[in-house]
């Protein structure tokens, strides 16, 4: 293999790894702060417990998160230098403001959050946890911002040579070595065309990553009878968050799909197999592109691509016939990779509001009901879901901007260090594979520890600062005044 396809495959492995943890740790860390704000309002020992517990299970991801995140900064000097020389003034402007209003953000509250239990007075730790899950968020924020910039460019002028080109100025083969993408307007930069649809989007990816988490550890403790009150509280905390999340993820994946009609609608076309431009255009549910005849073998629904674009069967679409070959994305990877995440979403939906009529029914909790204990296996699978959704949509994102690294700017092959063989791409990808490998079989080692291990349950009942105590009595004395 050459270079090119060596460092795609490099970048797409090492992202792929780190963005196993960012989502369940931005997703975590909504699910802490709400019950920790549930631990404040009611003084109950079992949200106590359950905050602790949970962030346990947030430092872990949390510490792989930051440690495969780094790789990434390094690949964009070695293997994409030509794209980071292009792209520079742009994208490391982005990337900076991520360490500062994020990772410092995140680092700055960290240890409070993870050791400050009994060290610091309960509504500090709140804002701790807070903190934590705002810099966590930033930093989706920054890194979305950059890569939204990559797939609809905005705000921005073309320097060739130390000379300022005109707009709509595009440098070609032999210019772009010698051209620099600069920022002229760094709002227009940070709301380009596609940045907060896909924003949305991605933030509500990682909140169900977060829940179905909770629920799968949850629904395993229920179905082998330990921790039940825990299992329950939290199963019931977590359910609530993935059904809002499930419903939202719909919303916004509608919305990000708009924006890629509006803004690349090659990627639209790929995305559906759309070959001709036409109206009363089909969608297709599932099938296989048959790239020889140009047309999606499979299940369709006649016009309803038109209406969901234009709101009739009239709208036309536009297809890959009115695009050069060259500048077709992966047709078929595009088009799998997009079904894949579309079916996942819906059956996210369906198993959360799912557990959300069975509470209503009085039934989440009955074991003894062999419908319950198969949805019980369902929810320990369902970890896997917002995983495999998440990895597919960046797929699709990522693969149907292709041939492009920067949309209509510059092409990936243009974005590839000059002086880095293939040899040094496939040594380092092997090692990546190994080193990361590891990583992973100690993340799960570490995982199915504390879960074997469970909540402490004599937390409740461990000696706790004065400050934590009479919040907790002063609670207690409202829930009996109230009653």
Sequence with gaps: MDVEILSRIQ?????????????????????????EAMWLKTGSPKYHNMARYWTRVFGLTFAIGVATGIVLEFEFGTNWAAYSRFVGDIFGSALAAEGIFAFFLESGF?????FGWNK???????FATCMVCLGAHFSAVWIVIANSWMQTPAGYHIEYKGEIMPPGFVPNADQILHSRAVIDDFWAMIFNPSSMERLSHVIVGCWQAGAFLVISISAFYLLRGRHIEFAKTSMK?????AAVASLLQLATGAKSADGVTRNQPAKLAAMEGVFKTQANAPMAIFGWVDMEKEEVVGLQIPGMLSILVGGSTNTVVTGLDTFPKEDWPPVQAVFQ????????GMALIAIAWFGIFLWWRGQLFNTSNPIVRAYYWILVLSVLGPQIANQTGWFTAEMGRQPWIVYGLMRTSQGLSEVVAANHVLASLIMFTFIYALLFA????????????????????????????????????????AG
């Design 11 to 35: 970048f797409a492995f090492t992202v792929m790894f780190h963005y196993l943890y960012v989502p369940l740790t931005m997703g975590l860390g909504v699910v802490l702060v709400i019950m």
């Design 110 to 114: 960290l240890a409070i959050l993870l």
């Design 120 to 126: 610091v007075g309960p509504k500090l730790h709140f």
């Design 237 to 241: 905390v977590a359910l609530i968050f």
């Design 337 to 344: 990779f997009y079904h894949i995440m579309i079916a996942i």
């Design 442 to 481: 100690v993340f799960l080692y570490l995982l199915t520890r504390k879960i074997q291990r469970g909540p402490d349950d004599e937390e409740e009942s461990e000696a706790m600062p004065a400050s934590w105590v009479a919040l907790m009595e002063r609670r207690k004395g409202q829930a009996r005044s």
